[in-house]
């Protein structure tokens, strides 16, 4: 089992969402954005099983491959949100699934997400907020 000093773990700083962004980036100089093929789209489910295992290193490390891969897309924000939820982060966990859901609130009006699918993320925020 590694510890957290054996982790290369990014952290966000306030709010600076951009610095984020580009650190992972850096963490991952392979996944170039918007050019990987739709099997990038399985780290969101790797993610979600990962957490479901208790394995939120695990989660963190899909997520934050889907944040670089898709930076427009709201998907990768929320797991990492979620993630860091379970983890205690609140203050990070807060940045991020707000973004998601400024992110999927323009996909909305664009008819790329449902509103039940929006409402239930606006739920998760809530529950974030609350912790």
């Given amino acids: 089992m590694s510890t957290k000093e054996d982790t290369d773990e990014i952290r966000i700083e306030s709010d600076n969402l951009k610095e984020f962004v580009k650190k992972l980036l850096k963490k991952y100089p392979d996944i ?30 899909k997520f934050e491959q889907l944040i670089v891969a898709e930076p427009d897309h709201f998907e990768g924000y929320e797991g990492l949100a979620l993630a860091y939820q379970a983890e205690g982060r609140k203050s990070e966990a807060i940045i991020l699934i707000d973004h998601a859901v400024k992110l999927a609130n323009k996909l909305l009006k664009l008819d790329g997400i449902d509103r039940e699918a929006l409402n239930d993320m606006i739920v998760e925020q809530r529950d974030i907020h609350d912790m």
């Fill in 32 to 61: 170039k954005p918007h050019k990987e093929d739709d099997w990038d789209w399985t780290w969101s489910d790797e993610g979600y099983d990962a957490m479901e295992g208790g394995d939120f290193q695990l989660a963190e490390y």
